[in-house]
Structure formats: structure tokens, C-alpha cells
């Protein structure tokens, strides 16, 4: 499993936000990594989708998970795509969403 730069509920939203500003191309270098764990579209959409998992551990599986995992989804079709536009606004309210849930 690879590590993510969050822990909890309060990170991730954090992690959310970070994504939604870089996505698709324009993540920062991670220093002292390997090639294979620098961010891409892919990792950073892995990390997207370990966060609502997580916090499914730590809240229970509370309803408006189930559409924030389907707005993650759609987001990375719209970037996949080319429609960085449509990828940002679904990532948008995805983050939204998240930030509904009470955290720390």
C-alpha cells in the first residue's frame, strides 16, 4: 500500500483540495522519491479513493460516501478525457461534499 500524505478525515480534505488545485499535470516533484511514487493523475486519483475508504473506517459508511466515490470516478473520466474543466468542478463538489462531515 502506498503511503499518502494524510492520516485521518481532516487530512484528506486537505489531500482533496491539493488534488483538485494540481490536476491533471501540474503536481509538485515529491523529493526524495522514486520515479514510481511521484505524483501522476493515477496516484493522486489512488489517494482520492484510499481517503473515502479511510474515512469510511472512521465516520462509518455514511451515505454521501457512496457519491463522493461516484464523483471521484466521474472527475478522473473528465480528466482522462481532456476536460480538465468538468474534472475540476466535479472534484469541486466532491470537496464540498467532504467538507459536510465533521472532522477533528
Not at 68 to 74: N, Q, T, Y
Request: contains cysteine.
Amino acid at each position: 500500500m502506498r503511503k499518502f500524505p494524510f492520516h485521518d478525515l481532516h487530512g484528506f480534505k486537505d489531500y482533496a483540495g491539493f488534488v483538485r488545485l494540481c490536476a491533471p499535470n501540474m503536481f509538485p516533484t515529491r523529493d526524495g522519491r522514486p520515479a514510481e511514487d511521484q505524483w501522476t493523475l493515477e496516484l493522486a486519483f489512488e489517494g482520492l479513493r484510499h481517503g473515502l475508504c479511510l474515512t469510511a473506517k472512521e465516520k462509518g459508511e455514511l451515505p454521501i460516501l457512496l457519491r463522493c466515490r461516484e464523483l471521484v470516478e466521474e472527475a478522473y473520466v473528465h480528466y482522462q478525457a481532456g476536460r480538465e474543466r468538468e474534472g475540476f468542478l466535479t472534484l469541486r463538489e466532491m470537496q464540498n461534499l467532504l467538507k459536510t462531515i465533521p472532522s477533528q
